[in-house]
Every structure is written in C-alpha cells, then in structure tokens.
C-alpha cells in the first residue's frame, strides 16, 4: 500500500485518539492514565496479547469478506449474518462426526462453514441478478433473518440435550481447534486467518479474477464495455466474501465458544466494515485493522478499571475513526487500486 493511499488511516487514527482524549477529559477523567491503561490492558502481557489474537481473527475474517466485496462494488453489509449462517452449520455439524479423525472433523466442519456461509450471502447475489434488489437492502435483512434463525434454533431444534439453556450441545472434541501455545487461549483458526489475508491479497493483485473484480469496483460499465467478465466476477466476490465470514463463524464455534446461543457474536461482521475501511479494502490493511480493534476491546476493562472511564468509549473510538476516514477521503474512491 503506497503512503498517499494509507495517510487517510493514520490520520483518522490521530484524530480518534485526540477525540478519545477529549471525550475523557469531558467524562471529569485523566486522558493520560485513561489512555496508559487502555495501552497496558492491550499490550501489556502474554495474556493480552493472546485475547487480541482471540478477538482479532472473526474481525480480520470478517474484514477480508467485506474488503473484498467493497473492492467488486458490491456494498455487502451482510457480514453479520453470513458469519452467523457458518456457525449454524458447524454447530449443528460439530455434534454428528464427532468419531470422526480429528483433522478431517475439523477440516470438514469449516469448509462446510464456509459454504454456509456463501451460500447465505448467494442469496442476497440471486436476488440482485435475476430481480435487481440493492444488495445492501438485502444483505441488511438477511442480517435480521439469521438472528431470528439462532434464536429460534437454540429455543427449538439445536436446544441443548439437557434443555437448560437456550443454546447448543458443545461440539465434539475433534471439531475443536487446537490452541497455539498451552495456558493461552489464542488458537489454530488466527493462522487460518491469516493464510486468508495473504490469499486474499494474491488474489486481488496477482489474478485474473482479482483484476476482473476490482475493475468492476472501479466502473462497473467500462468493464463490461472492455470485455471483461463482470458478471462472474462480482458473483465470485459476493460468494467469497460470504465464504470469508461464515468460516469466522465456524472458527468462533469450533475454537472459542463450541456453541452456538443467542447473541452469540457480539457485532463482529458490523465491526467488520469498520475494520476494512481503516484497512483501505487492502488484505494488509485490514490484518492491522484488526488487531488495532481488538486491541480496543482487549484494552477497554484495563482501562474502566484503572481510571474509571467507562469501556463503551472504544464505541465511540470506533465511530470517530470512521467519520474522520469520511472527512479525510477526498480525491477518490475506496476502491481505487493501490
């Protein structure tokens, strides 16, 4: 990424710090203990480091599908609920091969993940194409209908065997993901992340199709009028994006929570657009958007707790960023090559 494409970022960054300090020091807080804690509580330990893994793969995965998207033009809001559909499938899969070899379970449930979830964003692509609904009206609702599908699943058919609670049976141990050093909860799927973020970027700039794609992003007529083949590009990008969220919601189940309940993602594919817009659409990008949005979460208890400023300002850290990146962009697109 060249440095006239990722100044936007960094300023926005300098302005959501300067805007977090002012915000504190209006709250009757100290900017500079509330921002040290923020900065410990993120960095400060083996432990922390370990929970911005943890938080930052669904993030990056979810990044990387609405990155991609946004790169083909298609305004894919989506995230949410494509990344719910994976982890339905694996939550519903993860009980049912269980005596299966632990690589294959493994490797089977988020490969079906993945088609869960493109197939979930396939929906909002057949509905776009053969009756020209704005995708963005529905990827939104299909936002709200994968909710309404969790709820009614853990209430009803995937309810836990013990009918206690409303949520799933845990996964079989072989679906689980190992973690990557003992006594720390990061685990298998952030490098499955990141094998994403570097095949997204090859793809994007090293083939035809990532060619094919941005080009459509960029003048979705001139392509066409060029000879490219527009139509298979933008439903790969819209497939693949899908497929890059519900594989985060089959990491979530398999690595993290091994169960699906209401309110099981805490917002991650809203986030996500958060995340790819920090990151300029670019795979790298969004690899350091990530882990900076995770190291807000991570960071804001350490901070609540150290100097009293309540964690609902990493919220408002993540609203300033996108407005500042708004007011910053001036002289193009976002999906501009670069």
């Known amino acids: 990424m060249s440095l006239d494409r990722l100044w936007p ?106 088609l869960g979830g493109a197939a979930w ?52 141990a072989a679906v689980r993901l190992p973690r990557l050093f003992a006594g720390y909860r990061v685990h298998a799927g952030l490098g499955l992340a990141l094998l994403a973020a570097a095949g997204a970027a090859v793809l994007l700039f090293r083939t035809v199709l990532g060619f094919e794609m941005r080009a459509a992003g960029l003048n979705l007529l001139a392509a066409r009028l060029a000879g490219l083949r527009t139509t298979g590009a933008l439903l790969s990008a819209l497939a693949l994006s899908g497929a890059l969220a519900g594989l985060a919601g089959g990491i979530e189940v398999s690595a993290v929570t091994f169960r699906l309940y209401d309110n099981f993602s805490p917002g991650y594919g809203f986030t996500a657009i958060a995340v790819a817009l920090l990151g300029r659409l670019h795979p790298l990008g969004v690899v350091a958007a990530a882990v900076f949005f995770a190291a807000l979460d991570v960071g804001s208890s350490a901070m609540q707790s150290a100097a009293g400023v309540s964690a609902v300002l990493v919220s408002a850290v993540q609203a300033i960023v996108i407005l500042s990146l708004l007011a910053f962009e001036r002289r193009r697109p976002l999906a501009s090559a670069g």
């Not at 009206?137 to 206690?164: D, K, Q, R, Y």
Request: hydrophobic content about 60%; some cysteine; aromatic content about 6%.
């Open 121 to 172: 964003a396939g929906v909002a692509g057949v509905l776009r194409t053969a009756r020209g609904i704005d995708e963005v009206i529905s990827t939104i609702m299909l936002n709200f209908i994968a909710l309404g599908l969790v709820g009614w699943l853990v209430h009803g058919p995937l309810m836990e065997a013990a009918g206690a609670y409303p949520q799933t049976d845990a996964v079989a």
């Open 9 to 114: 970022s960094l300023a926005a960054l300098v302005v959501a710090l300067a805007g977090s300090a002012l915000l504190i020091a209006v709250a009757g807080g100290n900017p500079l203990v509330a921002l040290s804690a923020l900065g410990r509580g993120a960095f400060g330990s083996a432990a922390a480091w370990s929970e911005i893994g943890v938080r930052a793969c669904p993030l990056l995965l979810t990044g990387l599908a609405v990155a991609i998207a946004f790169r083909a033009g298609i305004w894919n809001i989506g995230a949410e609920g494509q990344l719910l559909a994976g982890a339905v499938v694996v939550a519903w899969l993860g009980s049912r091969i269980g005596d299966w070899p632990p690589l294959v379970a493994s490797a089977t449930a988020l490969t079906a993940a993945a």
